[in-house]
């Protein structure tokens, strides 16, 4: 089960408090993010219904999902992007949601152009959030997910060749589901990073697609195909007119000796 296949869910949870305390933190780091990525082509896959490229100064913006305001409709195990075409691609909660997240990275490695970035965001199975999931027995969204743990989010992408070049935590407040708790303890937002760091309900990632160069070494065939030097003539002194004959045609003879 995978949320794109169950879109009414994530959007009717991102419609109550928790869920609209969690978008308005994600769409700020994302609006910083992708304001620096430059290119032709950008995707978001999951969470069509909500524009989070829409500080990108990439001209082609596309997301990607089920239906709904998606506007491509596909299977994000088997994408129908030409490889080595995209310069930025946005994964919101798409991996914890998934039968198989390891394909879909591997889906976005393929897709990337060298150089191009990918930006993630899951939620934290080490934080009140998770707990929260640990413990309930609500299916509904986001508790039925599978929250990765970083390190091994990490080690995926290394296999991947893809390199983390940035990240962070957010969403420190314990999962309350009325608006007033929500505000009442907004201060542990601004104390998280400094005091639980590794705590956050949700986990971003930035990573960049690096492809190692390949040095061809040759052999010198200028120096194989130089012609060879040879030693110069050195004049010698000839006593007989038939000794100049024979250093004039290189030929070398048996001195004769008179009687």
């Not at 991102?14 to 869920?19: D, N, R, S």
């Not at 930025?88 to 490695?109: D, G, K, M, T, Y």
């Not at 993630?120 to 999931?133: D, E, H, K, M, V």
Request: aromatic share 12%; with cysteine; net charge positive.
């Amino acid at each position: 089960m995978s949320a794109h296949d169950h879109p009414r869910r994530a959007s009717e949870w991102f419609a109550t408090p928790l869920g609209r305390y969690l978008l308005a933190r994600e769409q700020a780091y994302f609006d910083g993010a992708v304001a620096d990525v430059f290119g032709y082509n950008a995707f978001q896959f999951g969470l069509p219904e909500f524009d989070l490229l829409r500080a990108s100064r990439i001209p082609f913006r596309l997301r990607v999902g089920a239906g709904g305001a998606a506007g491509l409709v596909a299977d994000f195990r088997d994408l129908p992007i030409a490889g080595n075409s995209t310069d930025l691609v946005l994964l919101p909660h798409v991996l914890e949601f998934s039968e198989n997240p390891h394909q879909i990275l591997r889906e976005v490695a393929r897709v990337l152009l060298p150089e191009a970035q990918v930006m993630i965001a899951c939620f934290n199975p080490w934080s009140l959030w998770g707990f929260r999931r640990a413990f309930s027995r609500d299916g509904r969204y986001p508790w039925h997910g599978r929250f990765l743990n970083l390190p091994r989010l990490k080690d995926w992408l290394a296999l991947l060749g893809l390199e983390i070049v940035a990240g962070r935590m957010g969403c420190y407040v314990p999962p309350c589901a009325s608006e007033k708790w929500l505000g009442r303890l907004a201060f542990m937002e601004a104390a998280g990073d400094r005091w639980w760091p590794i705590a956050g309900g949700i986990y971003f990632l930035q990573a960049v697609k690096r492809v190692r160069g390949l040095r061809l070494i040759m052999p010198k065939w200028s120096d194989r195909l130089a012609p060879k030097k040879s030693l110069a003539a050195v004049p010698k002194k000839v006593r007989q007119p038939e000794d100049a004959a024979v250093a004039r045609n290189g030929m070398t003879e048996t001195p004769v000796t008179h009687s």
